[in-house]
Nanobody, 124 residues
Framework: QVQLVESGGGLVQAGGSLRLSCAASGRTFSSYAMGWFRQAPGKEREFVAAVNWSGGRTYYADSVKGRFTMSRDNANNTVYLQMNSLKPEDTALYFC?????????????????WGQGTQVTVSS
């Protein structure tokens, strides 16, 4: 079992930056691939970014590529999402997720544990 707690969301103007954090419980954090997803009101949850177990490989949705950076700190059981050049369309509830595999995935169904989410609102 893994418990995930996101933090770092908030209200920011377009063009600004935020850094999301996701703290995980458990002693086998490095055994999980991790992902960030987001869900805007009235829309389906969508993939944002993912990282493999070691942090050596990352994947991004086309909509955030070049603006967002995902990283992980296995010593501290934490993953991060650095979000720069934010746009109003980035407004959503952002979720952290853990997968019982070593390989990162863009598919929601591959993730076994989810956090409660942290709200990001970007004003124009």
């Amino acid at each position: 079992q893994v418990q995930l707690v996101e933090s770092g969301g908030g209200l920011v103007q377009a063009g600004g930056s935020l850094r999301l954090s996701c703290a995980a419980s458990g002693r086998t954090f490095s055994s999980y691939a991790m992902g960030w997803f987001r869900q805007a009101p009235g829309k389906e949850r969508e993939f944002v970014a993912a990282v493999n177990w070691s942090g050596g490989r990352t994947y991004y949705a086309d909509s955030v590529k070049g603006r967002f950076t995902m990283s992980r700190d296995n010593a501290n059981n934490t993953v991060y999402l650095q979000m720069n050049s934010l746009k109003p369309e980035d407004t959503a509830l952002y979720f952290c997720a853990a997968s019982n595999t070593l390989v990162a995935s863009q598919r929601l169904s591959n993730y076994d544990y989810w956090g409660q989410g942290t709200q990001v609102t970007v004003s124009s």
